[in-house]
Every structure is written in C-alpha cells, then in structure tokens.
DNA sequence: TATTGTTATACTCTATAACTATA
DNA sequence: TATAGTTATAGAGTATAACAATA
C-alpha cells in the first residue's frame, strides 16, 4: 500500500471530510438544543439557566466569593454583578463582607435560596429527561465523562 | 424498603443533585471550549464557524438555496444574508436564480470555494485532534454519535 | 502593584417585523 | 395566501476599560 494513499481504517477513524463529521459541530448543535429547552423549563420560575448556575454555585459552596463564582464557571465579574442583584432582590443569597479581607463579599444562600435552587434543578432535570430519552443509563453516564474530558483542557492549556 | 426512600441504584443512574451532573451544563461548557478553539483556529483564514458552516453547506449540496440552509443549520434566514455576502464577495459560490421559480436562488461553489472549504474543515480538524487528545477513536464515535441523538430530538418534537 | 466589586460601554449573535417579488 | 430574499432594528450574551476601595 502506497504511503500517501491513506487506507479504510485510518479514514473510519479520524477523516473529518463533512460538517457533520465535525465534532465540534454536534457539540454547538446539541448544546443549542438544550439551553432552549432548559430556559423554556426555567420560564415558569422565573428563572434562567444562568440564574440557575450562579445559585447553585452559591448553595454548593457557601462563602464563595463572586470572583471565585467568575473563574469557575468562566464569565466576566462585570458580567456577573446583574445576575447577583437579581437572585439578592429575591432573597435567595445574603452577602457577608469577609472580616479579614474588606474586598471582598462572602455569599451565603438562604433557605429560600437553597429550596428554589432545588427546585430550579429539578425543572431542568426534567427537560433533561426528556432530552435524553434516547440515551440509557449508562451511555448518560458515558456523555457526561466524555464532555468533562474535553472542557477540563481548559483549565491546563 | 420504604417507598419514599430512593435505592442506590436510582441516585447512581440519574440522581442529578449538584450542577455538575447536568449533561447540559456539561454540553454548554464543551461548546464553548470548542467554539474558542474553533475560532481561533479559523482566524488566520479570517473565517469564522457560521461562515465554514454555510460554505461547507454549499459545497457538500450545490443547488441548495439559502431557505434550505436556514432551515439545515437551524438559523434565520435574515441573519444568512450578510455571511453570504461576505463569501460571494471572496468569489467563494455564486448564485443562479431557479428557471423554474424565480423566487429561489439555488448556490453553486466556486472552484475555490471548494478549496477553501477543505482549508478551513483542515484548521478547524487540526483544533479538533487537539481538543479531544483524552478521547480514543471509538470514544470520538460514540461521542458524535450520542451528540447527534440529542439534538435530532429537534426535528421529531 | 494586585485584587474585588462595580459602572459604563462596545461588540457579537440571534430574533422579530416588515417589505418586494414571485408563486 | 404563502414563500424567498432582503432590510432594519431590537434584544441577549459577552467582552473590555476604567474606577474606588482595599490589600
């Protein structure tokens, strides 16, 4: 077999030659897909995915900071201070300033905060159920590796 | 066992507790590591996703009209029109109005559409080996595969 | 000098409404 | 009436620059 020719099993395997060969493309295809249908399922709540993944931050991990919120779920602190302003107007989350650093804001949820987190999560994981409802148990399992496997360079790169 | 008590089981198949355990925060933080990447990867090219996206449409089905690949890529028709501008003015596909319903223009590649498709599929390829280097071949597979199960969901409900 | 929280602003992407020409 | 292509515009989401307070 000549060098340059490349054969079947090579091709099967990696030879990204159509759009929707791109994995890159399903990803952005399916990601679409479900935010729809997560901010359609948050719409009655009043709620929006992003709303969702700031509380949960909060009600995951008590006393954080919104700059430590920023860097584990990638935004901008600019872009963070609105969607703070709302959950605070809802009485979901109290900020306490940090005694041995005045920069910064402690947050800490409320039990409103921690019930309508769980809530919220539970309207998603419904639309999610429906979503997935082509996928087993543990092909669920697999996706969810596979997808942490590929943004988890992010952090290392 | 109480009824009201869930089993191991159960929690371990799809108790979704924290947001780390939503398939679609996991798919929207891929999406958006690939996206970057993408982009990048396509600047040198000054080309961009949507643009290789609509180009390699034309090129993979010539004949198709820019109502056909609204309704393929899921965007609206409105916001096609300047991303074809931009291609037709890089002499990427021209247009031909249809004979037979002078409604419709049907897109054709250039000679160097076709080529600068394969360009730009071969860059953004290059970003996807990168981005997926934890993942073997038949992890890719399965990957694309589960990826496009979701989303098909789009077309039937 | 560096970081936090904040404001203001710009930029990109996407969505909607309306128009014309054709059918 | 319905659809194709187009324009203009509005809205989200995200990014950047600068500021005061604090370390």
Redesign the interface.
Known sequence: MPAHAPDKQAVA??G????????????????????Q??AAALAPAEAR?VL??VL??IV?TPGMTSADICRAL?MQRANIVPILADLEQRGLFRRETDAADRRIQRLYPTRRGTEEAARW?AL??E???R?????G?T??R???R??????Q??IES
């Open positions: 395997c990696d990204v030659t159509t759009l929707a060969d791109l994995i890159g493309y399903q990803l952005r295809r399916a990601s679409i897909f479900d935010l249908g997560a995915p969702m993944s949960l931050s995951e990638s999560l998603v994981d639309h999610e159920q979503m997935l409802q082509r996928l148990p092909e669920r697999e996706l969810r596979l997808l942490e496997l590929i943004w360079g992010e």
